[in-house]
């Protein structure tokens, strides 16, 4: 369960560096992105890309760098892939990363 979690959080990560990209949000959007807009996504990609690595090495030291490794693969292809036939997909993720983030969070403390 909790790779899942760090594969999503990977997922969300590779969204956010894919959305600071100008062409790519406007692909998505319809509008360019601002100055502010672009670092938000930036910074914000940063933290999360840190924390899945985090949380993968929290669970097994060597193998964890290797998922992590994995994920990130992963979700590079899955984002390129919506980015080059199916870019208005991505605006629905948008909204629904951080909910199935969250959902997964929850359901990890849980169990």
């Given amino acids: 369960?909790?790779?899942s979690l760090a594969t999503l959080l990977c997922f969300s990560a590779f969204y956010g560096f894919a959305m600071a990209k100008t062409?790519?949000?406007k692909s998505v959007f319809g509008v360019r992105p601002n100055?502010?807009?672009?670092?938000?996504f930036s910074y914000g990609a940063w933290i999360i890309i840190l924390l899945s690595f985090i949380v993968n090495l929290s669970?097994?030291?060597g193998?964890?760098?290797?998922m992590f490794c994995g994920q990130m693969a992963l979700s590079v292809l899955v984002?390129?892939?919506?980015?080059t036939y199916k870019a208005?997909?991505?605006?629905?993720?948008?909204?629904?990363?951080?909910?199935l983030t969250s959902?997964?969070?929850?359901l990890t403390i849980i169990s």
């Fill in 59 to 61: 669970q097994s030291i």
């Fill in 35 to 40: 100055q502010s807009i672009t670092q938000r």
């Fill in 88 to 99: 208005k997909w991505l605006r629905s993720l948008f909204y629904l990363l951080p909910a």
């Fill in 1 to 3: 369960m909790i790779y």
């Fill in 23 to 25: 062409a790519h949000y």
């Fill in 103 to 106: 959902l997964l969070t929850i």
């Fill in 79 to 83: 984002i390129s892939l919506c980015m």
């Fill in 63 to 66: 193998y964890g760098s290797l």
